[in-house]
């Protein structure tokens, strides 16, 4: 059902791979509740992924860009405020990549080349992409930016490896820029720290099933899914939350504020009792 929550608004969004991307979620909710988009990723990204059928679907174009690279980013505003005739309201960020993840390297053996990498891509395009929106004034005051995270910004998440490290400058960054742009032109800037969620970046990680149901046992109200997220995010484009900046917000059914639960304490219970088990 939809609100019309973003009727008259105009944004960009950045990272839909295929239809379980979070950007995907998103991009399709944003134009249900009335918002006009134009989405964008890289080259390779959208020659394998099916950005065409997204760009159809939401009846708009697709902006090729390497968030890494700042011209490539000018040319997505550019091309943006044209095609709208004016500035964005609102923009996503829904970007990740580690070639250590990818290629199965533990934290304590990283390729630095591939942690540059993973940091540039992963956080340091978010803060391109902000100043480069701020130098080109493309987005309108009381305009609202989102990026996604993930809890390992704050706690260790075995074989997160160096994403973590992203994840916090990433968050990090939401709140310095938010400090500025939120003085000057009213503009808000947040990430959503959303559930693991089987998506083609979240499936890199190994062993990441069974995070999955660990999260979904270990939450009172469960995994949040892609949809789920994509609603919350929606709200943040919406005039409904125009005085939330500069926070990490948990969209994680309670999982980052749990310790221990009643199943995984009797589980544990039970394992004292396994003779097999030592
Ligand atoms: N899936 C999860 O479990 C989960 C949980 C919390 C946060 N997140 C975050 O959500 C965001 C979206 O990931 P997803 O799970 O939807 O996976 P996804 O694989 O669908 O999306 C990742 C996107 O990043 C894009 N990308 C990679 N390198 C790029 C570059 N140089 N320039 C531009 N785009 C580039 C990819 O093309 C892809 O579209 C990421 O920031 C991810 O870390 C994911």
């Not at 978010?126 to 609202?144: E, P, V, Y």
């Not at 943040?236 to 221990?260: I, Y």
Request: hydrophobic share 40%.
């Amino acid at each position: 059902m939809a609100y019309n929550l973003l009727k008259g608004k105009k944004g960009i969004i950045f990272g839909a791979l295929n239809d379980k991307s979070i950007a995907w979620k998103i991009a399709e909710k944003a134009y249900e509740e009335g918002a006009e988009i134009i989405i964008s990723n890289t080259p390779l990204a959208i020659r394998m992924g099916e950005a065409d059928a997204l760009a159809a679907k939401c009846n708009t174009i697709i902006v090729p860009a390497d968030a890494s690279n700042v011209n490539d980013i000018e040319n997505v505003f550019n091309v943006a405020m044209q095609h709208f005739g004016g500035k964005i309201d609102f923009l996503l960020h829904s970007i990740g990549m580690s070639m250590n993840v990818r290629k199965s390297r533990p934290y304590d053996d990283i390729d630095y080349d591939y942690l540059n990498k993973t940091l540039d891509v992963s956080a340091i395009s978010f803060h391109k992409m902000l100043q480069t929106a701020r130098k080109l004034d493309a987005i309108n005051d009381w305009g609202s930016v989102v990026a996604l995270s993930y809890v390992a910004a704050q706690r260790v998440f075995y074989r997160y490896n160096d994403m973590a490290e992203a994840k916090a400058l990433l968050e990090s960054i939401a709140r310095s820029f938010g400090y500025i742009y939120g003085r000057d032109k009213k503009i808000r800037i947040n990430t959503v720290s959303q559930s693991p969620t089987l998506t083609t970046a979240g499936s890199g990680v190994k062993g990441f099933d069974n995070l999955v149901d660990f999260t979904e046992r270990m939450s009172p109200l469960g995994n949040a899914s892609a949809d789920e997220c994509a609603d919350f995010c929606i709200t943040l484009f919406s005039d409904l939350t125009k005085k939330v900046t500069m926070q990490n917000l948990f969209h994680d059914g309670g999982f980052s504020s749990m310790g221990m639960s009643q199943n995984a304490m009797l589980q544990y219970n039970k394992s004292l009792d396994c003779h097999s088990c030592d």
